[in-house]
């Protein structure tokens, strides 16, 4: 009976819980920015350097698009972050101390600074192995209560789940369904935002070195990790990259001179809130010097040691003052002057001209795809005959554009067509070391930039199917000098005799020593001996076979 009574209290007393918060009067301990007034609501607190600076997380995250970046310009810019102490003998007061990103996360998942009651975000469990209790963080359906506009707030609600949104998508390694993932350094310039046109999942990024510099390419091979097959697509970059950039820049140039001066207006407005959170540091350890001062002027002679001790906390805030007057002083003059005239002339000038900044290889690749994301959602690509791009603008709008497919590397080393063509004509007259000769002297190369030779050009021939000169001429009737010998009833030595002399009609058929002979019409030449040869030419003289060097096989 006394654990089933335990058992009623404690639900008793949750509930009793929970209908406080959903009234909205639950106590929760103020996060900082936020104070409890005298009617017992949340309001902002009234210390205006915490204000400002817990504005200037938020509206830094919202230019940044990542905590840890908040965190870094933090630490740049020499801002500490604002800490009250519940806890020991200074509990109440605000400590400064710098930025943290663990606390940087808790404040942009926390929904109070969007002026909204929360209770249950999280659901504890007990693991069975060792007992401890889990934390899971629940969705927003699941919130038990949930109370928009209960106070004042820092940020609307459309902000914080535009935050929200930004966190998962950072969320690089967290997740099955994260559906982008940040801009990253590599060169892929639609690295995360593209979607496959076949199975509809994420396309991930490749990179592979080509003639010395890494290109991209473009694969999706979730469901082929998944299910050991292949991937799905695997689509090369360059190209791709090269057409989304000039639809990009054309979709871009006529609103230029409006984002050049939402530029200016934004670095001025950053550059003085974060100088008055400069000059507010320097206010406060001011104010700290001062009050230490008056409690060692009031502490009276005879008591020594609280003297001595209130007199070192005196130079301890003044050296500290000290410090962070010199690091204003040189901070301000490192940032330089406004923008004059002249220098916004300058800067609207390079903003109008934005395919110059594109194209500049000084703009990191990060940047890039940076200023990609703000104009586009998504590019959907598939691989048929051609590469066909369905880009996806934010406001809604598509367009659609087809690219070639990039050849592959035999094709990059393969002869091209138009020398083919050549050969196919030439093949029918010359041989392939004639051939060679007339392709070097009309300065043509090869696939890989090399000078023709007799055996490349036999490779040309064999790899396209493309007939010899003895071929043609076989197909022609034309006869090899054992058959026009046995003709001629002589032996092959003197038939070769005969076309040499011009007695006969012989052509070279190859650049070897085989010849081929013209159909026999009319009477047949007989041997006379006595009878000089030039006498009975009829045809030109065959010449005889000479092994020519290699020239260009060497």
Known sequence: ???????????????????????????????????????????????????????LLFETFRRTGSAQKVVRHFAQEKILWPRRLYTGGRAGQIVFAPLAHSRALGMLHNPRYAGAFVYGRTRQRKVIIAGQPRNRRLPRAEWKVFLPNAHPGYLTWDEYEANQATLLTNAAGYGTDRRRSPAREGVALLQGVVICGRCGLRMTVRYSVRHGHPGPDYLCQRRGIQTAEPSCQIIPGTGLDEAVSRVVLEAVTPAALEVAF??????????????????????????????????????????????????????????????????????????????????????????????????????????????????????????????????????????????????????????????????????????????????????????????????????????????????????????????????????????????????????????????????????LPRAHPGKRFRDRRRYPQCASHKRKELQYEA
């Open 1 to 55: 009976m006394s654990e089933a009574e335990l058992h009623v209290l404690r639900a008793r007393l949750l509930g009793g819980q929970l209908n406080k918060a959903r009234r909205g009067e639950l106590w929760m301990r103020p996060p900082i920015g936020f104070v409890i007034d005298r009617t017992g609501r949340l309001s902002l607190d009234p210390d205006v350097q915490i204000q400002d600076t817990v504005r």
């Open 262 to 523: 939402e530029v200016f207006d934004e670095l001025r407005r950053r550059k003085a809130e974060v100088d008055r959170l400069r000059r507010a540091q320097v206010e406060r350890a001011r104010e700290d010097a001062e009050l230490a001062q008056r409690q060692f002027m009031l502490v009276r002679p005879e008591h020594r040691l609280v003297a001595d001790t209130l007199e070192q906390q005196w130079n301890e805030k003044l050296v500290r003052l000290a410090a962070l007057e010199e690091e204003y002083t040189r901070v301000t003059k490192t940032d330089g002057s406004e923008l004059s005239g002249h220098d916004r002339e300058r800067i609207q000038a390079l903003v109008a001209d934005l395919p110059r900044v594109w194209h500049d290889p000084r703009t990191p690749a990060r940047e890039r795809k940076r200023m990609l994301r703000l104009l586009i959602e998504d590019v959907t690509l598939l691989r048929d005959r051609t590469i066909q791009l369905h880009i996806r603008w934010k406001g809604g709008a598509t367009t659609s554009l087809e690219c070639p497919i990039p050849p592959g590397a035999p094709d990059l080393r393969r002869t091209p067509a138009t020398i083919v063509e050549m050969v196919r004509a030439l093949a029918v007259e010359h041989t392939d070391r004639q051939i060679a000769d007339t392709l070097n002297g009309r300065w043509l190369r090869t696939g890989t930039g090399q000078l023709f030779t007799r055996l490349r050009v036999r490779h040309i021939r064999t790899a396209h199917g493309i007939p010899s000169l003895a071929e043609h001429l076989r197909q022609a009737g034309w006869l090899t000098a054992t058959e026009i010998a046995a003709q001629l009833g002589v032996h092959h030595t003197t038939a070769k005799r005969f076309a040499c002399e011009g007695v006969l009609r012989a052509i070279r058929a190859d650049d070897g020593a085989s010849m081929l002979f013209e159909p026999l019409t009319g009477p």
